[in-house]
């Protein structure tokens, strides 16, 4: 297995697209960051001044966790979707799926590295995009007041690394997914379009069906766009933070770990199954 | 010992396992069957061509023996182990590029061998350079695989096939896309493997080229062996006897020997008489025809070419024999 890993991560890492994906997403959170805070200093008191205020609260290192969180849970997760889906659609698309499937150990091996390497990937683009936003929010931070006790306290790390973990697993399945209609599609094309599709109509279907309410608002406590906003509500439930309080209507974080686990399961079995069982011909 | 001789001793001793054994493999998609049935040994040392025309299911086989085909039934035994129950250690002693060699064009030549000596696992760095240069691309190792010529690819994949130095080869056209020296050099390279214990597997449409290299063939039609043997005893079921005598004669003569016993047919081609008999006809034949007054001015065994037994048993036309003029 360790042998299929180091040899899927040599060949994508020599591709310019992981380089240019994290490169788009240092490049979002930074410029992000900046474009509000810019916002924020030209909008002065001329707007509704709370709301200026809780955008100013939001940019300042104590609350980096929560909001760098939000927005490279977004941002990550497409590019996560990309790099996955290329890596394994693009194995069938040039043919070298029959080239190394013959040298790996066991077949499986071949897609457990996908899988793997792809939450590899996620991990990486959440932990430069939190260290990014943290070097952000601290400058912007120390233009205010120079105040950085929020994250020199104890435990500041460990907040961290929990965020990191929360907002990579929110990731997984949609990793997985990719993978798994990678092998499906035999395509980068399915690979990449079909998840990207349902991260974005799902969460357009998310909000129409809660607006919608009743029974329909329950149907979508399933819904993964909803369980990756319940897991990441979890990161602004920390000390010094001043970001919202998550709304009732959420499960809990757990619980929506725990869906998100179980998507990311079903799509997991589906490739093993389908890639143990299917020919792999010339055709792919 | 020569593979020659290799496979000869091989075979006398009755003992040698065969490095590859299928038994009844059969592979169906959906309503078509690619291959039906297919039983073959392929010996230690021994070069083995893999004949048919395109669809006859040569590339299914070779994906059945890979595992990334799955038989409908049959085995596939190779160094006296189950493939389906032994993958790992089947494959890890096995070489193969199947069909055109499929490698990542945004890796040089260098990295793509890189790249599947990390997934083989073990093989010294020092293996790839041996590798590049062995097939003459040294020179090109840096440049990325997608600004390589066909020729170059086909060198790469043969290269991949050596890197885990495999026991078992198989080369799906390996001279697909190289020029006459470059199929040379191939050709030069198949008996080499051979020599230093290797058995090879050489699927070809280029009948002159596995009829200069190959020991024993095997000819595929719709997925079924239509025929298996040593290349000199196939060749030598179509020996035919070449009668030529003077023109105003040749309707007289036909007539005359297709009434010999022991004559199965009588065919024109070019102003001469091709007689489907057995070579020591030759003497009765000439002896008919003196009876009758006719004096043959030739009579010569002819010996088919794999080329033209693989015509006669397939009954394809234009399959390519790259056969030089002679």
Redesign the interface.
């Known amino acids: 297995m360790i ?2 890993l ?2 899927d991560a ?2 994508q890492w ?3 697209m992981p380089k240019v994906l994290l490169g788009i997403l240092l490049g979002s959170v930074v410029l992000f960051y900046l474009l509000l805070w810019a916002t924020v200093q030209t909008a002065g008191g001329q707007t509704d001044a709370t709301g200026v205020e809780d955008l100013r609260a939001s940019l300042r290192v104590e609350n980096v966790i929560p909001f760098s969180a939000g927005l490279i849970a977004q941002f990550g997760t497409i590019l996560a979707i990309i790099m996955a889906g290329s890596s394994t659609g693009g194995e069938y698309g ?3 799926v ?10 499986w091996h071949f897609v457990a590295a996908k899988l793997v390497n792809g939450v590899l990937f996620a991990f990486l683009l959440v932990l430069l995009g939190m260290l990014a936003g943290l070097a952000v929010s601290a400058a912007i931070s120390s233009s205010l007041d120079g105040n950085y006790d929020a994250v020199l306290r104890a435990g500041f790390a460990g907040d961290l690394v929990a965020a990191v973990v929360r907002t990579t697993w929110v990731m997984v399945p949609y990793v997985a997914a990719a993978v798994f209609l990678g092998v499906w599609g035999r395509s980068s094309a399915v690979a990449i379009g079909l998840p990207l599709g349902i991260f974005v109509v799902e969460l357009i279907a998310s909000s129409v069906l809660q607006a919608v309410g009743g029974v329909f608002e329950d149907v979508t406590k399933a819904f993964p766009s909803v369980n990756l906003s319940a897991v990441l509500a979890a990161n602004g439930q920390i000390q010094g933070s001043s970001t919202s309080q998550p709304s009732d209507d959420l499960p809990s974080a757990w619980q929506g770990a725990a869906v998100l686990g179980a998507y990311a399961l079903a799509a997991v079995v589906l490739v093993f199954y389908l890639f143990q ?1 299917r ?4 055709e792919g | 010992m020569s593979a020659q001789g290799r496979l000869a001793a091989a075979e006398a001793a009755g003992a040698a396992t065969p490095v590859l054994r299928l038994r009844g493999l059969t592979k169906q998609f959906g309503a078509i069957t690619a291959v039906r049935g297919l039983d073959l040994d392929l010996y230690p040392g021994e070069v083995f061509g893999f004949l048919g025309p395109n669809g006859a299911g040569k590339s299914t086989t070779i994906g059945m023996i890979l595992g990334l085909i799955r038989p409908t039934a049959g085995t596939v035994e190779a160094f006296g182990l189950d493939l389906s129950r032994h993958r790992w250690e089947v494959l890890r002693r096995v070489g193969a590029v199947v069909e055109t060699p499929a490698f990542y064009g945004h890796l040089s030549g260098r990295d793509n061998l890189r790249a599947i000596a990390l997934a083989v696992g073990g093989v010294p760095e020092r293996r790839i350079d041996e590798l590049l240069e062995l097939v003459g691309l040294a020179d090109r190792a840096r440049d990325k695989f997608k600004t390589y010529s066909l020729g170059m690819k086909q060198r790469l994949g043969i290269a991949s096939t050596l890197l885990a130095d495999p026991q078992l080869v198989l080369l799906d056209e390996p001279t697909n896309g190289l020029d006459p020296a470059g199929q040379r050099e191939v050709r030069e390279l198949i008996p080499r493997l051979a020599a230093e214990g290797r058995t090879v597997l050489l699927a070809s449409h280029l009948l002159y080229e596995v009829q200069q290299v190959c020991q024993r063939v095997a000819i595929l039609q719709r997925g079924e062996l239509v025929a298996a043997g040593r290349v000199e005893e196939l060749l030598r079921q179509g020996r035919r006897l070449e009668v030529e005598v003077r023109p105003e004669e040749l309707d007289r003569a036909q007539e005359i020997l297709s009434r010999l016993p022991g004559v199965e047919s009588v065919e024109r081609r070019d102003g001469r008489l091709l007689l489907g008999a057995a070579p020591e006809l030759g003497r009765t034949v000439n002896l008919a025809l003196a009876r009758e007054g006719i004096f043959a001015n030739q009579l010569r065994l002819v010996e088919n070419t794999l080329e033209e037994y693989f015509l006669q048993l397939t009954g394809e036309e234009g399959n390519g024999d790259q056969r030089p003029a002679q």
Do not use: E, H, Q, Y
């Open positions: 042998n299929a180091r040899s040599f060949r020599k591709r310019l040039s043919g070298t029959r080239t190394m499937v013959v040298r790996t150990r066991a077949r069982r020919d792999i011909t010339a």
